[in-house]
T-cell receptor, first 112, second 113 residues
Framework: QKEVEQDPGPLSVPEGAIVSLNCTYS??????FMWYRQYSRKGPELLMY????GNKEDGRFTAQVDKSSKYISLFIRDSQPSDSATYLC????????????FGKGTLLTVNP | DTGVSQNPRHKITKRGQNVTFRCDPI?????LYWYRQTLGQGPEFLTY????????KSRLLSDRFSAERPKGSFSTLEIQRTEQGDSAMYLC???????????FGPGTRLLVL
């Protein structure tokens, strides 16, 4: 079983739709949960991070962590064509372990 | 621009040749990471430095790979005797504090013919 599972999509939505992106993980020791956005042939860009369970909102983006289910989500409201990219979840166990473990990424296309 | 920079952005080489990539982290960041990303996959951790000390290496980092960070500033990743399977995007990231704030560079795309 992979440490992080993410549906690679692709996901295609009309402009203005609410997008839900999800990952599941296997190790209950994970404490930090990040979402990165990656445009084609570019490096990943940090969107949001959360520590432990709960919700975090930043503009049109909301990150949600449910540690009891080992499930993390990213919601995008009022999606725009410029949101078209690959979205990567990443997790870390904290402490002295600094490496990130990434999901495969979900390719999102927002159609005008 | 004060972000993470990587050079070169693209490298094409023949199998068996050596290649070296450079990463310049964000200036106040004392932690530096190397990842590798192949098509359709998320980045995979290769190695990590805190200042000049290399603290962790993935088993993905075979003995053909070596990374350095002299003086705790820029870092280099060298691949010796390249193989076609080394073709990938090599990403560098840096952070000041915890693992949750890693910022990535644009990557170096390697193609081994």
């Amino acid at each position: 079983q992979k440490e992080v599972e993410q549906d690679p999509g692709p996901l295609s939505v009309p402009e203005g739709a609410i997008v839900s992106l999800n990952c599941t993980y296997s190790n209950s020791a994970f404490q930090y949960f990040m979402w990165y956005r990656q445009y084609s042939r570019k490096g990943p860009e940090l969107l949001m991070y959360t520590y432990s369970s709960g919700n975090k909102e930043d503009g049109r983006f909301t990150a949600q962590v449910d540690k009891s289910s080992k499930y993390i989500s990213l919601f995008i409201r009022d999606s725009q064509p410029s949101d078209s990219a690959t979205y990567l979840c990443a997790i870390n166990s904290g402490g002295s372990n600094y490496k990130l473990t990434f999901g495969k990424g979900t390719l999102l296309t927002v159609n005008p | 621009d004060t972000g993470v920079s990587q050079n070169p952005r693209h490298k094409i080489t023949k199998r068996g040749q050596n290649v070296t990539f450079r990463c310049d982290p964000i200036s106040e960041h004392n932690r530096l990471y190397w990842y590798r990303q192949t098509l359709g996959q998320g980045p995979e951790f290769l190695t990590y430095f805190q200042n000049e000390a290399q603290l962790e290496k993935s088993r993905l980092l075979s003995d053909r790979f070596s990374a350095e960070r002299p003086k705790g500033s820029f870092s280099t990743l060298e691949i010796q005797r390249t193989e076609q399977g080394d073709s990938a995007m090599y990403l560098c990231a840096s952070s000041e504090a915890g693992p949750e704030t890693q910022y990535f560079g644009p990557g170096t795309r390697l193609l081994v013919l």
